[in-house]
């Protein structure tokens, strides 16, 4: 194996998948990448086994078909104190890796291939075209409703699932539950499947790009996302998960309409004296005002009013601040829309001008 690749380009790509990577005394080779060069790609792989990332960097100079495995860690850090427009030749010579630029010269040890794990073996059961864009804004609107250490170990991911043309990705921790769909415009197998909470905070950094059109696969047992030169490919979480249909209101009545900004600052204010361990709420709402209460284990009390359009029964909700708070900060409209439920066990709430997601607070008991 040998190539020359120019240093930034290389430097640019290693940083995509260094990420994964992380010490394994007890399986060395996950601290390695795999590099490997086939018909003008050059192909950098890293894997933590629940997840792998592929970069493709096409090769204009001369080339050695070849492959080999070294530590990650060591060729960025050599890369990066290497001038950044020079190029880098890079030759595997009796199971050691040359690197040479300029004047400098390195050799590292290599580790064998057909020990580095991959999964380039994947079968999928369904396949669509999504762009970047409304796939990011589907996760970031609902992944903080994610399960995080739960022993639920199916709430510690996002819910991916089409049917009837739509993409619907769902997110609770069983006191809260966001949702959003898109419509496809292709017609595709139907899928229902779980993306760890790894998986989905790596998909959103692999999103931070300008819009581009995602290829996506779904496995049996894997999720893979063709990002412009990379491969994203993750482990699914078998399981499965809660009818969250059950939660959402089929025939919500008139909501409440109120200002999103004045209830996220009146929340904010009482806040500050809520109960630590509960962090508990009182929200009543009567002819045109909205109050909201709060105490703590230290009788310490607040109190914040504004006033709304509002001239309907009286409502006293108890909820949790920061639930609530979560679902405010990743609304833009002006006005959010709530609904309380028929048992007043929870509320939902939308955004006044976006009906394709919803999100679901449980209760306190009052």
């Known amino acids: 194996m040998k190539f020359i690749i120019p240093n930034n380009i290389l430097v640019e790509n290693l940083k995509k ?4 990577l992380v010490k394994n005394t007890s399986l060395p080779i996950l601290e390695n990448i795999l590099i490997e060069i086939k018909k003008g790609i ?11 990332i592929i970069v493709n960097i096409q090769i204009s ?4 078909l070849g492959k080999a ?40 040890v290599t580790l064998p291939t057909e020990n580095f794990p991959n999964h380039q073996n994947f079968n999928h059961i369904s396949s669509f075209y999504i762009s970047s864009d409304i796939l990011k804004n589907m996760i970031i609107k609902t992944e903080f409703a994610m ?25 609770t921790d069983g006191y809260r539950l966001a ?4 419509s496809l415009k292709e017609k595709i197998n139907s899928f229902s499947i ?3 909470h790894k ?5 959103l950094r692999l999103l931070n790009i300008k819009e581009t059109l995602l290829h996506i696969l779904i496995g049996t047992n894997n999720l893979r996302i063709h990002i412009n030169n990379l491969i994203f490919t993750t482990q699914l979480i078998e399981g499965k998960y809660p009818d969250y249909k059950s939660v959402l209101l089929e025939n919500p009545k008139k909501p409440i309409i109120i200002n999103n900004d004045l209830l996220k600052k009146s929340l904010l204010r009482t806040s500050i004296l809520s109960h630590e361990k509960f962090s508990g709420i009182e929200i009543n709402i009567k002819s045109g005002e909205l109050k909201t209460t709060s105490d703590n284990q230290e009788e310490e009390t607040a109190e914040d009013k504004f006033n709304i359009e509002y001239f309907g029964d009286t409502i006293e909700i108890s909820i949790n601040v920061y639930y609530i708070l979560d679902v405010l900060n990743t609304i833009n409209s002006k006005n959010i829309l709530l609904f309380l439920n028929k048992s007043q066990s929870s509320i939902q709430i939308e955004s006044e001008n976006n009906s394709s997601t919803i999100y679901v607070i449980m209760l306190l008991k009052r």
């Open 17 to 20: 998948i260094n990420r994964l």
């Open 42 to 52: 050059l192909s950098l792989t890293a894997t933590n086994l629940e997840i792998e």
């Open 61 to 64: 100079k001369k080339y050695i």
């Open 69 to 108: 495995t070294i530590s990650g860690r060591k060729i960025l850090n050599i890369c990066r104190n290497l001038p950044e427009m020079s190029n880098i030749q890079i030759e595997l010579k009796n199971k050691k890796i040359y690197i040479s630029s300029e004047k400098s010269r390195y050799i590292l």
């Open 147 to 171: 399960g995080k250490q739960d022993v639920r170990y199916y709430l510690n991911g996002m819910l991916f699932e089409q049917k009837e043309n739509y993409l619907r990705n769902v997110a």
């Open 179 to 182: 949702t959003s769909y898109v």
């Open 194 to 196: 779980i993306v760890p």
């Open 199 to 203: 998986g989905i905070i790596e998909i």
